[in-house]
């Protein structure tokens, strides 16, 4: 098939970002004198955005509104001075990047996290890329699986949605694709178990096995 466009998704796609997210939430939660969890437990929980990682890490007798946007301010800025904590890039993620480009296949980046934060990353981790669009969580974009982000993507790299593969680790990364047209790819060693990824049409265990799909 022809592809112009790969869209990832960012934490537990393409970068492990599980541990930094465990290290801020806990000091947070440390603070408050509330009880800490454990890096599995942290893995379930994102995906979904700062606010929802927060609600899931409190005890539900504290889950009240003003009390989980407090935590939540308090975790975005924690998370601003530990972004980087234990931070890396999935074994074999350059190399797919490197093919992908040598094909002349666009790529970008679609993500929950924050949008500055998403884009420190990519500064810090992925600056030998060119990304038609960097789009993370900011005021005017809508979470996935709404797929304006998606859209607007495809729009920019004037892709169409058969054209654009859409790379992901969780159902939102899925039904952000099927809810945007574009072909849905899931992978097996980010952070979802295998059996909310069967609406993906290609089911990845290394990122190489991408080019199997476009060759």
Same mark, same amino acid.
């Given at each position: ?39 599995? $437990? ?61 094909? %002349? ?49 495809m729009e920019k790299a004037k892709a169409?949605?058969k054209e654009t593969m859409y790379v ?21 060693? %980010? ?13 990845? $265990? ?10």
């Amino acid at each position: 098939m022809t592809i112009k466009l790969v869209i990832f998704d960012m934490d537990g796609t393409i970068v492990s970002t599980a541990e930094s997210y465990m290290y801020s939430m806990n000091l947070v939660l440390k603070q408050e004198g509330l009880p800490e969890h454990d890096l599995n $437990n942290y893995i379930k929980w994102m995906g979904g955005g700062f606010r929802n990682l927060t609600m899931k890490a409190l005890p539900e007798s504290k889950r009240r509104e003003e009390y989980i946007d407090k935590l939540t301010k308090k975790m975005d800025d924690t998370y601003g001075k530990y972004w980087d904590y234990h931070l890396r890039v999935y074994d074999g993620i350059y190399d797919l990047m490197d093919e992908l480009v040598k094909k %002349g296949i666009l790529l970008a980046i679609n993500t929950n996290k924050m949008d500055d934060k998403a884009k420190k990353i990519v500064k810090k981790l992925f600056h030998q890329y060119h990304f038609v669009e960097v789009i993370g969580k900011k005021e005017g974009i809508p979470n996935k699986p709404n797929p304006f982000a998606a859209k607007k993507i495809m729009e920019k790299a004037k892709a169409t949605p058969k054209e654009t593969m859409y790379v992901g680790d969780s159902q939102y990364d899925i039904e952000t694709a099927i809810n945007a047209e574009a072909i849905p790819v899931a992978v097996k060693w %980010g952070y979802r178990e295998e059996h909310v990824l069967q609406k993906a049409k290609y089911l990845l $265990n290394h990122p190489i096995e991408l080019l199997e799909y476009i060759e």
